[in-house]
């Protein structure tokens, strides 16, 4: 199809190479690159779990994101002047979108080394920044292709048809957790269009000044916005995860969160209320990534099986042990967040 797609996006002359895929990709993406011109990052999207609405719904976001002032990486119109395309190939549909490349690379292309000269903190606090003006950009948002909300994916049926049988305990604190979720305020200042895979691995940084911008908005939804903060909470724990010391682990994420907040703060306002909810929704977390773990496995064909790693978060919401065992006992800095034998 690229032959189709360079000439619905002008891109003759570009150098069009293949990204790496990750386990449980819904697209296939490629780099757009040519001399004298800005680079672009082409997306196709193969699987047919996604309408053309919800391709939309996430496009135009982006594209308000964008144009009120968010750091993104901005979508491209075709020569049609549309957001998104689609082709039909052998009775399938795919559906072709453009953005403008990042500025700078990721954090992990750079070895995890921040820009020199400048503060780890500086870095945290635009972590927080950039999130802060998006949610307050979102407070604004009245969609055209509405995205679907948190409780259309995350609800007892699919929870039934992801978890195993087999874990009958992980069922039943998932759905009480969905129960607690369900009581929340959904009012326009705590619930909105959010991100929903805010990490490392969705935005570059430009080593030059630090400036952050966020890509890959493939799971954004209407949700809460404590959500994007809880899951910057996980990340934090990357930079002390290897600190033997519990009481030195909390310190640290301590410091590192009221960095990150005082960068949201500056952008947009948070309720002490949804604050005090954070343990709360960092369990909301590890449940997203669980069940994405069962379903990754469940459209690979793949029998269910807990590795380490998800035997871990799976112990965590079992035991509603909270800030994802960082502080207990079952957490070994030797292996982080890997649930073995002798923690049994």
């Known amino acids: 199809m690229l032959p189709l797609v360079s000439e619905l996006y002008e891109l003759e002359g570009y150098e069009i190479k293949p990204v790496k895929a990750h386990d449980g990709g819904r697209n296939v993406v490629y780099t757009c690159e040519k001399e004298g011109a800005d680079a672009k990052i082409l997306r196709i999207a193969f699987l047919d779990d996604r309408s053309r609405e919800d391709f939309l ?44 490349k990042a500025t700078g690379k990721m954090l992990v292309e750079n ?60 069922k039943e604190k998932l759905l009480d957790l969905l129960k607690t979720l ?76 009221e960095a990150v907040l005082a960068g949201y703060r500056s952008e947009t306002d948070i309720e002490h209320s949804m604050l ?16 994405d773990a069962f379903e990754v496995m469940q459209s690979n064909g793949e029998e269910p099986e807990c590795d380490e790693e998800l035997s871990y978060r799976i112990k965590c919401l079992e035991d509603d042990i909270p800030y994802m065992g960082f502080y207990h006992d079952i957490y070994s800095c030797e292996e982080p967040f890997e649930y073995v034998k002798r923690n049994m």
């Open 182 to 257: 369900e009581g929340l305020n959904k009012d326009r200042a705590s619930f909105g269009m959010v991100h929903f895979d805010y990490n490392d691995g969705n935005y570059s940084i430009d080593f030059d000044t630090g400036q952050i911008t966020v890509y890959d908005f493939d799971n954004s939804c209407y949700g809460w916005y404590m959500f994007d903060l809880a899951s910057l909470w996980t990340n934090g724990v990357g930079w002390i995860q290897f600190e033997p010391d519990a009481g030195k682990r909390k310190k640290f994420m301590d410091d590192y969160f």
């Open 111 to 170: 070895h995890y080394q921040y820009r020199e000269g400048a503060p780890i903190t500086e870095y945290y606090y635009n972590c927080g920044k950039v999130l802060g003006k998006l949610h307050q950009i979102s407070k604004g948002y009245t969609p055209v292709h509405r995205r679907y909300s948190f409780f259309d994916k995350y609800n007892a049926a699919y929870i039934e048809k992801r978890i195993p049988g087999s874990l009958p305990l992980l």
């Open 57 to 100: 719904g996430e496009l135009e976001y982006v594209r308000y994101l964008f144009e009120h002032g968010g750091s993104v990486s901005n979508v491209v119109n075709s020569l049609k002047g549309n957001l998104l395309e689609e082709i039909s190939y052998n009775h399938h549909t795919f559906f072709i979108c453009l953005f403008n």
């Open 276 to 291: 005090d909810k954070l343990p709360l929704f960092i369990q909301a977390t590890l449940m997203e990534s669980i069940v």
